[in-house]
């Protein structure tokens, strides 16, 4: 029986055992919590025994602790949450007699113990640019670890994830080709955004054994979709593209067959043994599932950082060497001059660094443009002109020179809206050394809008017809806790500034006009070099509402040429300047970029003189058309009420629609639902406009679709049934930073099927009552021979009304 504690004074004595492991030597201590939360006292075991500052009575109101004590903890306020994940101990305290006197360790506790360092290290970068964030301040926590989480969740939210769970592997989200969200948007937007980088999932999270206690195979792991899932993030529109047209050739997901029974239990206890045991399948999918999951995860912050001049930043995290390594989350502050903001804050579901590698190296990217970037920007070495990309994602070697495709990406997207090419300059050499202080930008229409020779209609731009790119640019810079913006061009020719002949712009300056760093505030205006307003072009598209094709697409050559100080236009090889291109693919992201001599069709040659740069863009502002027609085929046709009937499970319903695009830059998705779902396979269909879709609908006739599909198989189960169909007609053009969404066009239609209703069988009135009365088979008094007739009966098949 146990003995009651030693008291004295409001201190409490009690005996610390460790006999379930007696090898273990560790100093230990105790660590008592309020209500709150807070630490309110802390003890050393000493031979065995900790004397707690608290009377007897008041320990049913604490929270104590026993953890082992090393310089890991040394230095740090702890958390119950904190000790909670490290694996310390909280023992019960009272038996039915009242307070016990002993505290005994389990050995499965102490098999945890003691504590190990885990090394964090990364850095705070602008997403435009990748230039460092120095002074930001990021706070380091710890999330909970899903079996923890799960194991805590109510009976009712056990049942609900399973099902959600199970639900998600039946139907795996597949990435339409609708509008997808810019990275990073703010706090908490709602819905999937861009992953930890590096992704923090590793396919070894996703290898589950067959047989008991573990899900068999992680959904689809060989398909591209999986990129999505397993790192649940927006992949690159063009890749999104690619993958919507595979998705009918997916492998399906695991069978429930191969599901563990436990998941299929009544019993709460099972299930939730169940989920916790197989929580890396889950992680996947917290990405996409609605926040009423992922809000649930608590976040406990272990450490708050500062970040160094180059944006790095580091810490030691503590977590029981017997456990698994911990799970980060980060968030990055910064300090306007107003105190500190938030200005990154990303959802812990899509963004935490789960069983974190320690001393992986961190990037964090910003994308709030108020952050400026750290120190002055190096200047290119030698004399070089370096064009890197159009915008953030299409770098110049990803735009087809020759060929078919020539001015498409290399994923076949044409070009929209409006273009900014990012062009680096030797600035010092250029400008002092050279005394080559301006460039322009211009273009040149060389194709009709297929591009064909031509001709072209009249009110578009002529073909042949060289025109100055003069929208004003600007470069931002900082003085103080204040930004200003210096203008680049169009210089005037006369005044301060001036430029020796119009519509020249200003290369950089080395240093800005006051202060001594030029920062990105926003980079569609700080590194824009031009701006080449492709949906403003005369014959383009424009206002709102169905829209004429695009008479101004086509072929476009974009010319970059330098002018020296007098104005004349530079001569690049008798200056020795050097003509450069990346060589990876666009977005650069943070490792080495590095840069080749620009290959022949980027090079503007006169005479053997190189005498500037060129591009040639495919220019595409087409809305796309979508159109849901009426059901027709066997069925009876009912195109005004969306209702038809059947004889034969064999008669066949005609679905078609139109998804159009004047030159095929866009792709359809067609789907037909029943009921609330599932998506019907032999219904629906997806490809490129005006090349033949999935499932067997064939192009009928231009961007016009159709299929002759079994009334079997659109009712399955079903006798009677009402059906939904939706069309996305989703654009391939590109601005260099998104896909155009804004030029997606949808339709939705909705019809049924139904068993048509038998004819009425009528009967006679009683004598004389050959009329069944006004009422006609209602039972309205008749006149007929003077007798009153008799409500007639109404059947519907063995129903009698």
């Keep these: 029986m146990a003995q009651k504690p030693q008291e004295s004074h409001g201190r409490v004595s009690l005996s610390v055992s460790t006999r379930e492991r007696p090898d273990f030597t560790e100093p230990m201590a105790a660590f008592v919590f309020d209500q709150q939360g807070n630490l309110v006292h802390r003890a050393e075991v000493r031979d065995g025994k900790v004397e707690l500052a608290a009377a007897a009575g008041d320990l049913a109101r604490l929270r104590v602790f026993v953890a082992p004590v090393s310089d890991a903890l040394a230095g740090r306020t702890p958390t119950p949450a904190r000790l909670e994940r490290l694996g310390a101990y909280e023992p019960v305290l009272h038996g039915p007699d009242g307070l016990l006197d002993r505290i005994t360790i389990p050995g499965g506790v102490i098999d945890r113990w003691p504590f190990c360092f885990c090394w964090v290290r990364g850095r705070v970068v602008r997403a435009g640019d990748n230039r460092p964030v120095c002074g930001a301040r990021v706070h380091v926590c710890e999330v909970d670890r899903i079996p923890w989480w799960i194991l805590r969740l109510p009976d009712p939210d056990v049942f609900r994830l399973r099902d959600d769970l199970l639900e998600i592997i039946r139907n795996p989200p597949i990435p339409r ?63 999104l593209v690619s993958d919507a047209r595979q998705a009918a050739a997916m492998p399906a997901a695991p069978a429930l067959a191969e599901l563990p029974a436990a998941l299929r239990s009544t019993s709460s206890v099972v299930v939730r043994s169940a989920l916790a045991a197989n929580w890396k399948l889950i992680i996947p999918w917290l990405c996409w599932w609605p926040h009423w999951w992922w809000w649930r995860v608590r976040c406990d912050e272990v450490a708050t950082l500062a970040t160094d001049a180059q944006g790095r930043f580091e810490t030691t995290v503590v977590y029981a060497c017997g456990g698994d390594r911990p799970d980060l989350y980060f968030w990055v502050e910064y300090d306007f001059g107003t105190g500190f903001e938030i200005v990154h804050r990303p959802p812990i579901a899509c963004h935490t660094h789960w069983d974190y590698a320690c001393g992986t190296e961190v990037t964090i990217r910003v994308t709030d443009p108020r952050v400026p970037g750290c120190g002055e920007e190096p200047d290119l070495p030698g004399c070089q002109v370096v064009v890197l990309s159009i915008g953030r994602t299409v770098a110049v ?132 070099t031009a701006y080449f307003e492709t949906a403003s072009l005369a014959g383009a598209p424009a206002g709102p509402g169905p829209l004429p094709d695009d008479l101004a697409a086509g072929l476009y050559e974009l010319t970059l040429e330098l002018f020296d100080d007098t104005g004349a236009l530079v001569n690049w090889t008798a200056k020795g300047i050097d003509l450069r291109i990346a060589d990876q693919d666009a977005p650069f992201g943070t490792g080495i970029l590095t840069t080749s001599p620009a290959p022949a069709h980027n090079r503007i040659v006169v005479g053997g003189a190189l005498m500037g740069f060129r591009l040639v863009v495919r220019v595409d502002n087409n809305r796309c058309h979508a159109d849901i027609a009426a059901v027709g085929g066997t069925v009876t046709p009912d195109p005004i009420c969306g209702f038809h009937t059947y004889g034969s499970p064999s008669d066949t319903a005609t679905l078609s629609f139109l998804a159009r695009h004047p030159n095929t830059f866009a792709t359809y998705a067609f789907s037909t639902t029943r009921g609330p779902g599932p998506t019907i396979g032999a219904a629906s269909t997806s490809g490129t406009a005006g090349e033949a879709g999935t499932a067997g609908f064939a192009e009928v006739a231009d961007f016009t679709y159709s299929k002759d599909v079994t009334v079997s198989a659109l009712l399955g189960p079903c006798a009677n049934a009402a059906f939904a169909e939706h069309l996305d007609v989703a654009a391939t053009a590109t601005d260099g930073y998104s896909r ?62």
């Excluded at 990275?183 to 590793?202: E, H, T, V």
């Excluded at 054994?209 to 999505?228: E, K």
């Excluded at 002529?462 to 003069?470: D, E, I, Q, Y």
Aim: net charge neutral; charged share 20%; with cysteine.
């Design 177 to 239: 080709p609708g509008p997808f969200p810019d990275p990073d948007p703010g706090p908490f937007p709602g819905g999937p955004r861009p992953g930890p980088d590096p992704s923090p999932i590793s396919p070894s999270l996703f290898r589950f054994a067959r047989g008991a206690g573990s899900l068999a195979g992680s959904p689809r792991p060989a398909s591209p979709l999986d990129r999505v899932g397993l790192n649940p993030q927006p992949l690159p529109p063009r890749t």
């Design 397 to 528: 070697r990803e735009v087809q020179g020759s060929g078919a495709g020539q001015g498409l990406t290399t994923a076949g997207e044409p070009f929209g809206a409006t273009l900014e090419p990012r062009v680096d300059f030797s600035r010092t050499e250029l400008i002092e050394g050279k005394k080559v202080p301006y460039y322009r930008w211009s273009y040149r229409r060389l194709t009709a809008p297929d591009a064909g020779p031509g001709p072209v209609d009249p009110t578009s731009v002529p073909l042949g017809a060289t025109s100055v790119m003069f929208r004003d640019v600007y470069r931002h810079y900082r003085v103080g806790t204040s930004y200003l913006s210096d203008r680049m061009g169009p210089m005037p020719t006369s005044g301060p500034g001036a430029a020796p002949q119009p519509n020249l712009f200003r290369i950089r300056p080395v240093l800005p006009p006051a202060g001594t760093e030029w920062v990105v505030l926003d980079e569609r205006v700080d590194l824009a």
């Design 740 to 801: 155009l969404s804004i030029y997606d066009r949808s339709d939705n239609a909705a019809f049924a099927l139904a068993v048509p209703c038998p004819p009425c069988e009528c009967q006679d009135g009683e004598a004389g009552g050959a009329n069944a009365g006004a009422g006609g088979n209602r039972g309205g008094a008749g006149n007929a021979g003077g007798g009153r007739g008799q409500g007639a009966d109404r059947s519907f098949g063995s129903i009698r009304l």
